[in-house]
């Protein structure tokens, strides 16, 4: 494998790391929550719902930088949002598996959405992977605005994690994160993070997990660049890889310290 030093370029890889950073301020404390309740899968739920309404926007021709493709992946990410939201109060001994339904669901109905688009397959590529490596300062600012509220609320007003209120929060992080990062990053961000720090009392396992996710993004980045590899599944092993090491270190660090 040839490895391309001058690839690491801060005008290209820097907001990248900053879309990464912005993703797991709010994604790192979501996660654990979906840990606790047990409906691992409901990220991906969301995020497809979300990107079914930025795929219908897309086959529409709307305009990309426009607020339509905007407001069709919000209102399709709180709707399917409410849904779940529903189905938990309905039936909340199977939830999980109606989480499931409803992901696959909106993963078929976006193949059929773009059955007869000659660029389908870019779009649920761009979809999945993510874009990670073209945000824009704009798109950046936009998403910190929207997070930033959201987190504070979510932090300091422990209330809003009940109820619809958390499928409210997290269908708009969602939706947002899909945007910059791509499906697999907003699942990885969510859970990898948060497992590997989910026995850690909050505050601590909220660093660790930011901990986590940051050198995620930052290695995994560079190590894409250097090797000329999609950014988004590279991140993805990449973080896998930095939450093992960080749990055998743990564990081995408590070893010795009984010791």
Same mark, same amino acid.
Not at 65 to 72: N, V, Y
Not at 165 to 176: D, E, K, P, S, V
């Given at each position: ?62 305009? @990309?930088? /426009?607020?339509?493709?905007?407001? %069709? +992946?919000? &209102? =399709?990410? *709180?709707?399917? !949002? ?15 598996? @109606?989480? /499931?339904?409803?992901?696959?669901? %909106? +993963?078929? &109905? =976006?193949? *059929?959405?773009? !059955? ?29 605005? *929207? ?32 945007? *910059? ?79």
């Amino acid at each position: 494998m040839t490895i391309h030093w001058q690839a690491l370029d801060l005008s290209i890889l820097g907001p990248a790391f900053i879309a990464g950073a912005l993703v797991l301020a709010t994604h790192v404390p979501l996660g654990r929550e979906v840990l606790r309740r047990g409906i691992i899968f409901i990220d991906l739920a969301i995020a497809q719902i979300a990107g079914l309404g930025m795929l219908a926007a897309q086959v529409n021709d709307w305009d @990309l930088h /426009g607020w339509g493709p905007q407001l %069709a +992946a919000a &209102g =399709s990410a *709180l709707g399917g !949002a409410w849904l779940l939201g529903w189905l938990e109060q309905r039936w909340p001994d199977i939830q999980e598996a @109606l989480i /499931g339904i409803v992901f696959v669901m %909106a +993963a078929t &109905g =976006s193949l *059929l959405l773009i !059955a007869h688009n000659p660029h389908g397959g870019e779009h649920i590529q761009e979809l999945l992977s993510g874009q990670i490596l073209w945000a824009e300062p704009r798109q950046l600012i936009s998403t910190a605005l *929207l997070y930033g509220p959201l987190l504070l609320a979510w932090i300091f007003f422990p209330g809003v994690r009940q109820g619809f209120g958390f499928y409210f929060i997290f269908a708009l992080c969602i939706t947002a994160s899909v945007q *910059l990062v791509g499906v697999y990053l907003v699942f990885t961000s969510l859970i990898v993070p948060a497992l590997a720090s989910q026995k850690r009392a909050f505050w601590s396992g909220l660093l660790q997990g930011w901990i986590i996710g940051t050198l995620g993004y930052a290695c995994g980045l560079m190590f894409s660049a250097m090797a000329d590899l999609p950014s988004g599944p590279v991140i993805v092993w990449v973080m896998a890889m930095v939450a093992l090491l960080w749990t055998l270190l743990g564990k081995q660090t408590s070893k010795t310290n009984r010791g």
